[in-house]
């Protein structure tokens, strides 16, 4: 007997280096947060240049909550971290380019009746800036940013609730990314 083929309904990109090559000094970015959460108290030698700003939040979150920092603090300093992130983004939004041939893929998908998504830890307003700047926009039937959700990529919660606004299961979706972050929390 021959098993029926899942119907793919939905294609989730990551945005970053997948629907544009964003030209943006992670090193640096990552850096200016550290040099933040140092001077907010974290040690420096618990944080490294080589983790994700959000592997870095997570380490000072379970810092300060064991220091005795209240949650309206440790969400401050969260807020402010993402903020100091938020403006190196929005600089090199400014000098962002499509990937070559994306505006047409999204187009024939589109034409397929595909649904289509993004789930970026990009910023709310830097992902916005870069669908409108290059009128793409109008193809993306869902968005999620890590202003969205409270845990990004790799957690499942990131690409759950893009799944959500889509209105689809997993197995009707095919995610499209660039990173082994992408294809973690799509594999699982």
Known sequence: MRRKKPMIRAVVFDLDGTIVRFNIDFRTVRADVRSFL?????PASVLSLNESIFEMLKKAEIFMKNTGKS???IEEIRRKALAIAEKHESE??????????????LKTLRDMDLKIGIFTVN????TDYILEKFGINKYFNAVITRDDV?????HTEHLENVLKVLELSPK???????SSADMKCAKE
């Open 38 to 42: 140092v001077k907010e108290g974290m």
């Open 92 to 105: 090199a939004a400014k000098t962002t380019s499509l990937q070559p041939g994306i505006t047409e893929v």
């Open 123 to 126: 910023s709310r307003k830097s």
């Open 172 to 178: 009707e979706v095919l995610v499209v990314g660039d």
């Open 150 to 154: 409270r845990n990004v990529k790799p």
């Open 71 to 73: 949650a309206a603090k």
